[in-house]
């Protein structure tokens, strides 16, 4: 079982940049592949980047693509988001969760589990 707590979200104006990070509890973490996923009101919960276990091998959904970089560092147990050329449309709870099976590209919620309370980020126009 792996406990992840999302930090790291806030109010930032369009163009500016943030740091998400989650922290996990477990000692299993570094054998998972985790995701990025954020909801916005009245929308489903939609994927944002995933990494393999290793950190070697990452995967971005087309919307945030070449302006998101996830990363992780199983010694510390966390993994980060780095948000850059933020959007209003990237206003969303944004949380972690562990991706147990699937391939590094699996985008569906439903493949991932012990997800963490989430952190609001809010992108100003």
């Known amino acids: 079982q792996v406990h992840l707590v999302e930090s790291g979200g806030g109010l930032v104006q369009a163009g500016g940049s943030l740091r998400l990070s989650c922290a996990a509890s477990g000692r299993t973490f570094s054998s998972y592949t985790m995701g990025w996923f954020r909801q916005a009101p009245g929308k489903d919960r939609e994927f944002v980047a995933g990494i393999s276990w290793s950190g070697g091998r990452t995967y971005y959904a087309d919307s945030v693509k070449g302006r998101f970089t996830i990363s992780r560092d199983n010694a510390k147990n966390t993994v980060s988001l780095q948000m850059g050329s933020l959007k209003p449309e990237d206003t969303a709870v944004y949380y972690c969760?562990?991706?147990?099976?699937?391939?590094?590209?699996?985008?569906?919620?439903?493949?991932?589990?012990?997800w963490g309370q989430g952190t609001q980020v809010t992108v100003s126009s």
């Open positions: 969760a562990t991706n147990l099976m699937g391939p590094l590209t699996t985008t569906s919620p439903g493949q991932y589990r012990n």
